[in-house]
Protein backbone atom coordinates (compact mmCIF):
# COMPACT_ATOMS: atom_id res chain seq x y z
CA UNK A 1 0.00 0.00 0.00
CA UNK A 2 2.54 2.29 1.02
CA UNK A 3 4.49 2.29 -2.51
CA UNK A 4 0.89 2.70 -4.08
CA UNK A 5 0.89 5.93 -2.12
CA UNK A 6 3.96 6.95 -3.02
CA UNK A 7 2.99 6.18 -6.97
CA UNK A 8 0.10 8.21 -6.72
CA UNK A 9 2.29 11.43 -5.00
CA UNK A 10 4.35 11.01 -8.32
CA UNK A 11 1.69 11.24 -10.62
CA UNK A 12 0.31 14.21 -8.71
CA UNK A 13 3.48 16.16 -8.88
CA UNK A 14 4.23 15.12 -12.73
CA UNK A 15 0.24 15.78 -13.17
CA UNK A 16 0.45 19.36 -11.30
CA UNK A 17 3.85 20.40 -13.10
CA UNK A 18 2.18 19.43 -17.03
CA UNK A 19 -0.82 21.68 -16.21
CA UNK A 20 1.56 24.84 -14.55
CA UNK A 21 4.05 24.43 -17.76
CA UNK A 22 0.92 24.99 -20.06
CA UNK A 23 0.38 28.02 -18.01
CA UNK A 24 4.13 29.48 -18.85
CA UNK A 25 3.65 28.41 -22.13
CA UNK A 26 0.37 30.66 -22.44
CA UNK A 27 2.74 33.36 -21.48
CA UNK A 28 5.40 33.62 -24.04
CA UNK A 29 4.77 35.46 -27.26
CA UNK A 30 2.60 35.04 -29.84
CA UNK A 31 4.43 36.30 -32.12
CA UNK A 32 7.43 35.24 -34.75
CA UNK A 33 9.44 36.02 -37.21
CA UNK A 34 8.95 33.96 -40.28
CA UNK A 35 9.88 34.02 -44.40
CA UNK A 36 12.94 35.86 -45.14
CA UNK A 37 13.04 37.20 -41.46
CA UNK A 38 13.37 34.26 -39.68
CA UNK A 39 16.40 34.00 -37.11
CA UNK A 40 17.17 37.45 -37.98
CA UNK A 41 14.85 39.07 -35.52
CA UNK A 42 14.04 38.43 -31.66
CA UNK A 43 10.24 38.91 -31.01
CA UNK A 44 9.76 39.34 -27.25
CA UNK A 45 7.31 40.02 -24.47
CA UNK A 46 8.02 43.43 -23.04
CA UNK A 47 10.34 43.06 -20.05
CA UNK A 48 10.33 45.50 -17.08
CA UNK A 49 13.91 46.20 -18.37
CA UNK A 50 12.56 46.85 -21.52
CA UNK A 51 9.91 49.28 -20.63
CA UNK A 52 12.57 50.78 -18.77
CA UNK A 53 14.30 51.36 -21.36
CA UNK A 54 11.48 52.81 -23.02
CA UNK A 55 11.07 55.39 -19.87
CA UNK A 56 14.47 56.92 -20.26
CA UNK A 57 13.11 58.34 -23.52
CA UNK A 58 9.42 59.07 -22.75
CA UNK A 59 7.75 57.92 -19.50
CA UNK A 60 4.42 58.59 -20.88
CA UNK A 61 4.89 56.01 -23.41
CA UNK A 62 6.46 53.46 -21.49
CA UNK A 63 3.81 53.92 -19.05
CA UNK A 64 0.77 52.95 -21.72
CA UNK A 65 3.00 50.42 -23.21
CA UNK A 66 3.32 48.73 -19.81
CA UNK A 67 -0.73 49.69 -18.69
CA UNK A 68 -1.87 48.77 -22.02
CA UNK A 69 -0.20 44.91 -21.75
CA UNK A 70 -1.69 44.75 -18.31
CA UNK A 71 -5.40 45.54 -19.55
CA UNK A 72 -5.86 48.94 -17.58
CA UNK A 73 -5.93 50.82 -20.72
CA UNK A 74 -6.86 50.58 -24.08
CA UNK A 75 -5.82 52.02 -27.77
CA UNK A 76 -8.34 54.91 -26.71
CA UNK A 77 -5.78 56.22 -24.05
CA UNK A 78 -2.77 56.23 -26.31
CA UNK A 79 -5.41 58.10 -28.95
CA UNK A 80 -5.81 60.81 -25.89
CA UNK A 81 -2.36 61.14 -24.87
CA UNK A 82 -1.04 61.32 -28.59
CA UNK A 83 -3.26 63.00 -30.88
CA UNK A 84 -0.90 62.82 -33.49
CA UNK A 85 -1.85 59.10 -33.89
CA UNK A 86 -5.84 59.41 -32.55
CA UNK A 87 -7.42 59.34 -36.41
CA UNK A 88 -5.07 56.66 -37.35
CA UNK A 89 -6.86 54.45 -34.08
CA UNK A 90 -10.03 55.20 -34.35
CA UNK A 91 -12.26 51.85 -34.56
CA UNK A 92 -8.93 50.05 -34.32
CA UNK A 93 -8.74 47.23 -31.51
CA UNK A 94 -5.66 45.31 -30.27
CA UNK A 95 -4.47 41.88 -31.66
CA UNK A 96 -1.78 41.90 -30.09
CA UNK A 97 0.17 42.99 -26.71
CA UNK A 98 3.18 45.36 -27.24
CA UNK A 99 6.09 42.72 -28.11
CA UNK A 100 9.54 43.99 -28.31
CA UNK A 101 11.16 42.89 -31.45
CA UNK A 102 15.26 43.74 -31.80
CA UNK A 103 17.28 42.64 -35.28
CA UNK A 104 19.70 39.94 -35.17
CA UNK A 105 23.08 40.48 -37.30
CA UNK A 106 21.84 43.52 -38.76
CA UNK A 107 18.05 42.05 -39.23
CA UNK A 108 16.84 42.52 -43.05
CA UNK A 109 17.42 45.64 -44.27
CA UNK A 110 16.29 47.43 -47.05
CA UNK A 111 18.42 49.93 -50.08
CA UNK A 112 17.42 52.67 -48.03
CA UNK A 113 17.82 51.51 -44.73
CA UNK A 114 14.74 50.59 -43.25
CA UNK A 115 14.11 47.20 -41.92
CA UNK A 116 11.62 44.94 -43.37
CA UNK A 117 9.86 42.61 -41.03
CA UNK A 118 7.65 39.64 -41.67
CA UNK A 119 5.92 38.15 -38.76
CA UNK A 120 3.92 35.24 -38.08
CA UNK A 121 0.55 36.73 -36.01
CA UNK A 122 -1.41 33.53 -34.36
CA UNK A 123 -4.70 36.02 -33.80
CA UNK A 124 -5.05 37.30 -37.47
CA UNK A 125 -8.52 36.46 -38.43
CA UNK A 126 -10.17 37.10 -41.77
CA UNK A 127 -13.10 38.73 -39.86
CA UNK A 128 -10.22 41.94 -39.61
CA UNK A 129 -9.74 44.49 -41.58
CA UNK A 130 -7.54 47.78 -41.67
CA UNK A 131 -4.46 45.58 -40.17
CA UNK A 132 -1.64 47.66 -39.15
CA UNK A 133 1.21 47.98 -36.72
CA UNK A 134 1.35 50.65 -33.84
CA UNK A 135 4.66 51.46 -33.10
CA UNK A 136 6.95 53.75 -30.62
CA UNK A 137 10.25 54.73 -31.79
CA UNK A 138 12.70 54.97 -28.89
CA UNK A 139 14.96 56.17 -31.59
CA UNK A 140 13.11 59.04 -32.80
CA UNK A 141 10.63 59.73 -29.39
CA UNK A 142 7.58 59.19 -31.89
CA UNK A 143 4.62 57.25 -31.91
CA UNK A 144 3.90 55.94 -35.43
CA UNK A 145 1.02 53.40 -37.15
CA UNK A 146 2.36 51.30 -40.29
CA UNK A 147 0.87 50.17 -42.80
CA UNK A 148 2.10 46.93 -43.57
CA UNK A 149 2.91 45.72 -47.58
CA UNK A 150 1.44 42.77 -47.47
CA UNK A 151 -1.22 41.20 -44.49
CA UNK A 152 -1.81 37.29 -45.37
CA UNK A 153 -4.80 36.77 -43.44
CA UNK A 154 -5.18 33.25 -44.35
CA UNK A 155 -1.51 31.93 -43.06
CA UNK A 156 -1.54 34.41 -40.40
CA UNK A 157 0.98 36.22 -41.28
CA UNK A 158 2.30 40.21 -42.11
CA UNK A 159 5.21 42.17 -43.38
CA UNK A 160 6.21 45.81 -43.01
CA UNK A 161 9.15 48.05 -43.31
CA UNK A 162 9.96 50.45 -40.24
CA UNK A 163 12.70 53.08 -39.93
CA UNK A 164 13.93 51.88 -36.54
CA UNK A 165 13.03 48.70 -34.25
CA UNK A 166 11.20 49.23 -30.64
CA UNK A 167 8.37 48.36 -29.26
CA UNK A 168 5.47 47.19 -31.35
CA UNK A 169 1.63 45.76 -31.58
CA UNK A 170 -0.79 44.73 -34.03
CA UNK A 171 -3.72 46.22 -34.65
CA UNK A 172 -6.89 45.98 -36.84
CA UNK A 173 -10.55 46.86 -37.32
CA UNK A 174 -12.12 43.85 -36.19
CA UNK A 175 -15.37 41.86 -37.02
CA UNK A 176 -17.69 41.48 -34.25
CA UNK A 177 -19.21 38.59 -34.79
CA UNK A 178 -15.68 37.37 -34.81
CA UNK A 179 -14.22 38.97 -32.20
CA UNK A 180 -11.72 37.93 -29.88
CA UNK A 181 -11.25 40.32 -26.15
CA UNK A 182 -8.70 41.97 -27.71
CA UNK A 183 -9.61 46.06 -26.81
CA UNK A 184 -6.97 45.68 -24.03
CA UNK A 185 -3.89 44.60 -23.83
CA UNK A 186 -4.24 40.76 -23.08
CA UNK A 187 -2.65 38.51 -25.14
CA UNK A 188 -5.57 36.74 -27.85
CA UNK A 189 -5.85 33.29 -26.11
CA UNK A 190 -4.27 30.59 -27.88
CA UNK A 191 -4.65 27.43 -25.73
CA UNK A 192 -5.02 26.94 -21.97
CA UNK A 193 -5.83 30.68 -20.04
CA UNK A 194 -2.66 31.19 -17.96
CA UNK A 195 -4.88 32.88 -15.01
CA UNK A 196 -6.74 29.51 -14.59
CA UNK A 197 -4.23 27.02 -14.85
CA UNK A 198 -2.96 27.00 -11.75
CA UNK A 199 -5.91 26.62 -10.04
CA UNK A 200 -6.79 23.46 -12.43
CA UNK A 201 -3.24 22.26 -10.94
CA UNK A 202 -4.55 22.49 -7.85
CA UNK A 203 -7.99 21.68 -8.16
CA UNK A 204 -6.26 18.29 -9.80
CA UNK A 205 -3.51 17.99 -7.07
CA UNK A 206 -6.60 18.00 -4.03
CA UNK A 207 -8.63 15.39 -6.10
CA UNK A 208 -5.50 12.88 -6.53
CA UNK A 209 -5.07 13.47 -3.13
CA UNK A 210 -8.68 12.59 -2.00
CA UNK A 211 -8.61 9.51 -3.97
CA UNK A 212 -5.23 8.24 -1.91
CA UNK A 213 -7.21 9.13 0.83
CA UNK A 214 -9.80 6.95 0.27
CA UNK A 215 -7.44 3.88 -0.98
CA UNK A 216 -5.75 3.82 2.03
CA UNK A 217 -9.15 4.01 4.06
CA UNK A 218 -10.32 1.00 2.15
CA UNK A 219 -7.29 -0.63 2.32
CA UNK A 220 -7.71 -0.42 5.98
CA UNK A 221 -11.59 -1.16 6.63
Known amino acids: ?39 KYDVEAMSQSEVADVAKVNQTAADLIKDVNAGTKTLDDIAKAESSIASDLTGESLVSAFMDVTPINGGVQLADGRYQVTLSVPALTKGMTDVKVLHFSTARNVWEVITPSNVDLNNKELTFEVQDLSPIAIIAKVDASQAVTNTTGTSPKTGVDSTNAVPFAGAAVVLLGAAAVVAFRKKNA
Open 1 to 39: MKKKLISLAMLVTVFAMQVVGVSAASKTTTMAATGAAQG
